[in-house]
Nanobody, 117 residues
Framework: QVELAESGGGLVRAGGSLELSCAAY????????MGWYRQAPGNQREVVAR???????DYADSVKGRFTISRDHAKNMVYLQMNSLKPEDTAVYYC???????????WGQGTQVTVPS
């Protein structure tokens, strides 16, 4: 059973930085596309950033130039470095795994990020 565990959320002032981490368990990490999604109150869940097993990345337009996704295959970890945070970045952030072969999807429990206005 694949398990994803996020950490690193919290409250940070506008303009500040935060790094989210996601530990992936019970999976062949190199077989998965990994990503971060977020959901603000009253909004649909939206993609923030994704990274392929080979390291190719893509970002939502709203976070380009501010957020960086990375992965560590040795540790089965995915990271999201968030800089220049804005109040509109406030949301629950979810770690996401997509199996490239079986097309199964997995989600973490989420971690809250709050940027007061």
């Amino acid at each position: 059973q694949v398990e994803l565990a996020e950490s690193g959320g919290g409250l940070v002032r506008a303009g500040g930085s935060l790094e989210l981490s996601c530990a992936a368990y019970t999976m062949t990490f190199s077989n998965y596309l990994m990503g971060w999604y977020r959901q603000a109150p009253g909004n649909q869940r939206e993609v923030v950033a994704r990274i392929t097993p080979g390291g190719s990345t893509d970002y939502a337009d709203s976070v380009k130039g501010r957020f960086t996704i990375s992965r560590d295959h040795a540790k089965n970890m995915v990271y999201l470095q968030m800089n220049s945070l804005k109040p509109e970045d406030t949301a629950v952030y979810y770690c996401y795994a997509y199996a490239m072969v079986t097309r199964e999807e997995y989600w973490g429990q989420g971690t809250q990020v709050t940027v007061p206005s």
